[in-house]
Each structure stands twice: as C-alpha cells, then as structure tokens.
C-alpha cells in the first residue's frame, strides 16, 4: 500500500508546477477510442487511475505510448469489447468507457463499479440517457454490465442531476449516434469543456459545454491525427494553496487557470490568505494562523468543489474559530476526519456536516487513507502537525497526485514515500 512519512512544522516556501488534470485526462482517454487516427495528448500525469485507463485501452486494442507527459493513442479496430473486471474494480471511473465504446463499435461489457470510500457511486443517470439512445443495458451475472446498440439515435434529455461522468458518456455516445443529441441540466466543470474543445479538434460539432445545455452533431467516423494539451489539475492546484495555508508558508503556482478555482481563490482568502493572481500563475501567502470560516458547501461547478472538501476541513482544523462544512455531493466523504481527529483536531460530522472547531495545535499520529482526497487532507494535517505522522494507503493517494512527496518536498516539507 505504501506509506508517506512527514515530519510537520515547515512553513512551505517556493515554486510548484501544477500537473495536467486527473479529471480531464481520463474521459479524454477513452474519447480517444472514437478516432482511428492518432491522438496526441500532452501535459498528462502520470497517475495510477491514468496507467489503468492506458491499460484497458490496450486490451480494447489500442496502440499506445506514455513517455514524459505525453500520451499517443491509435484505435485501428477494437479488437476486445470486455473490460477486465480488475481494472474496471480498480478505477471507477472506468465506466466513462461506456459511452464511446457504443458510438464505436456498438458494444461494451464492464462489472458494474462498485461503491468507494466517499459513498454509492450509483450510474442510474448513465444508464437512463444511453437507454434513451437506443441502448440495450443489462446486468449480467456477478454484476457484470452488458451493453449493445444496434444503432444509437441521438435525442433530448435531461439530467435529473449534473453529473460529470453521465454527461461525458453521453457527450462521447452521442458522437457516432444518429442525428443531433441534446443534454439539458449537463455539468458545467472545466473538464466538461475540455472535453467538447476535445472533441471539437477531433473534427466533431459540439457546442455549449459550460452552459446548461450542450448540442453534439452526430457523424460519420473519424480518422484523423490530431494533438491536445489537457488543462491544469484544479483540485491538485487547490491542494497545494491549501498546503500552503495550513503551514503558514508561501506558495507560487505555475500552469493554473485561476478561473477555474475561483471558488477556492475566495475561500482561502476569506480564511485570512492573501492571494497574488497572474495570468496562468499565483501566489498564495498565508497568514500566522488562520481564520475560521463560517459556513462551507460543496456543489457541482462552478460552486465550491467536492474534491476540495477534506483538504479545506483539515487545513481549518487549525483556524482561530469554528468552522462549517457541508458536503451535498457524495454521501459520506467525512471518513477522513476520525484519522485527523486522531491527530488532535476537534471535528464534530453529522449526516453531511462537519463542525471544525479550531485548536492550536496538531500532533504527529498514524493514520490511515482510504480515498484520494481525504488521504490528502492527511498528508497536509501531517504537515502542520508537531512531530512524525505515518500516512498509510498511499496507494489512493497516488491514483490523484503525480510525485506529491517530490513537490512538497521541493518547497521545504520533511516527507518521504515508502513502500
Ligand atoms: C467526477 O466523478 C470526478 N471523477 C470526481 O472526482 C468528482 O468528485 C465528481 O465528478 C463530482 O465533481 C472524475 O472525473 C474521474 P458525478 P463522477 O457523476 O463523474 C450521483 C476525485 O477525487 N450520481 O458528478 O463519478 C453520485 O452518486 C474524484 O478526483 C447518481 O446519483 O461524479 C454523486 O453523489 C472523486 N447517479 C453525484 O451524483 C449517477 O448515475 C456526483 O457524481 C451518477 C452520479
């Protein structure tokens, strides 16, 4: 599983370049199957759920090549149309496949993703849109999804919820269906617009990602060669500010778009962060001790981000006041907190509150990580804390942040990885 040793008490001091976005990379990998040319992506991390998704594109049948951030995809044919159950259990994500393998080649069989640390990570929405494309869903033993279409049509729907991964499968379904598909209530996060812009330079007619309705041309199918550069990692750029936050240091940002971390922009500030923004850059210096922030809730873009949650609650774990925090995405994204809480911090979770009652101080402790974010949050408590903290289960930590140890290590933290 591996194991990140962090001695705490260094204000972080110095530069960090942001790496290329876990979210936006990994349905642009399995976009790439709806090309029989060569795509070629750059700027990607080199991340485990990355090294997964390559993966399940070879055994699909995909030439591919991952050298120094760049990644080069080449669907000829399709030469499998199961999805391994242990790469498919290893990554969630691994449904967002769905979708462009019934645009391509019109079938596709997964094991049905099972739930992680942070709650049920139900596809009805999934299901109900490719459904209403023509597309035949059953479940199969052992909890096995079995999906055909004879042809896909395209249509106009409505998402009961904005979820990312509902609208990317249909975005990528929609490619290759008949006629023109509509999604109404889609997300809005930048990885939704990377995507169509994606898409649009594989020669597709997508437009309105971003907005509360996205229109896909359906066509004929492409083979062209083509490049693409994958946006900056929000959620790794939040972190870091965060890690700079909670060890009172001073931390430069290289390769962000600050737009699209505008709501953690705020929240630091209003935490008592002075922030310094540049175009594709910013400067993050924390005050001595930070201030508690009222009242937190997470929502789908471009409201303040999930994925931000366990590393904003640890950093205000520390803050001079009470703080609330209220997760309204994923059932139970609080498990972290029982380790933080090990380390001294004084965090009250009901249903889908936590109150985060400042204290002075953290205390070295061993912990464990069950998820990715929540296991960040321990590494940045880890940091502040006096003394040694053990971070187990760095294996889920390792699925979002390309080298963690190598960046904060880089700007003054005492951490190292073992294995
Ligand atoms: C994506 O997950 C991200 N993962 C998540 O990041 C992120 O937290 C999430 O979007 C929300 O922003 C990737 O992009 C790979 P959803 P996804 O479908 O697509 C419910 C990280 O740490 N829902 O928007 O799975 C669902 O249960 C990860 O990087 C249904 O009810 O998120 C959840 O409560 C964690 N039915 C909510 O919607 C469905 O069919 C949001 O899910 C689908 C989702």
């Given at each position: 599983m591996g194991k990140f040793i962090v001695r705490g008490g260094h204000p972080l001091n110095g530069s960090v370049k942001i790496q290329g976005s876990k979210n936006a990379v990994l349905p642009i990998l399995a976009a790439?199957?709806?090309?029989k040319g060569t795509c070629k992506l750059n700027n990607c991390p080199n991340l485990r759920d990355v090294n997964v998704a390559i993966e399940i594109l070879n055994i699909i049948g995909a030439e591919t090549s991952f050298t120094d951030h760049t990644i080069r995809i080449t669907c000829k044919?399709?030469?499998?149309?199961v999805v391994p159950n242990h790469l498919a259990a290893e990554m969630r994500s691994s449904i967002i496949f769905l979708g462009p393998m019934l645009a391509r080649c019109k079938e596709i069989s997964i094991s049905y993703p099972g739930g992680c640390e942070i709650g049920p990570r139900p596809i009805d929405l999934h299901i109900k849109a490719l459904k209403k494309m023509g597309a035949e869903i059953f479940f199969a033993n052992e909890g096995i999804l079995r999906c055909r279409a004879n042809e896909l049509i395209g249509c106009e729907m409505n998402l009961d919820y904005p979820s990312v991964g509902a609208t990317e499968n249909i975005m990528l379904a929609a490619v290759y269906a008949k006629g023109r598909t509509i999604i109404n209530n889609p997300a809005k996060e930048p990885e939704i617009i990377s995507l169509q812009n994606f898409l649009k330079a594989m020669g597709v007619s997508v437009y309105g990602a971003g907005s509360g309705r996205i229109v896909i041309e359906g066509r004929e199918e492409i083979a062209c060669d083509m490049e693409f550069d994958i946006i900056p990692d929000r959620i790794e750029a939040g972190t870091m500010m965060a890690a700079a936050a909670i060890t009172g240091g001073e931390l430069y940002l290289q390769n962000i778009i600050p737009g699209h971390i505008r709501p953690i922009i705020l929240k630091m500030t209003e935490a008592g962060c002075h922030i310094q923004e540049e175009e594709d850059s910013l400067k993050v210096t924390a005050p001595k001790r930070l201030k508690a922030v009222d009242i937190t809730r997470t929502s789908p873009y471009?409201?303040?981000?999930t994925d931000m949650q366990p590393q904003t609650v640890a950093m205000l774990s520390l803050a001079q006041g009470t703080s609330i925090m209220i997760e309204t995405v994923f059932d139970n994204r609080f498990g972290y907190t029982e380790e933080l809480k090990k380390m001294g911090a004084d965090i009250f979770v009901e249903g889908r509150a936590a109150i985060i009652r400042g204290v002075p101080e953290l205390y070295g402790s061993y912990v464990k990580s069950k998820d990715l974010r929540g296991g960040a949050a321990l590494i940045l408590a880890g940091l502040a804390a006096k003394g040694e903290t053990i971070v187990d289960g760095a294996v889920h930590i390792e699925r979002g942040y390309d080298k963690i140890e190598d960046k904060l290590r880089n700007v003054g933290a005492d951490i190292i990885k073992i294995d």
């Open positions: 790439s199957l709806l090309n044919e399709i030469k499998e149309t471009p409201g303040f981000p």
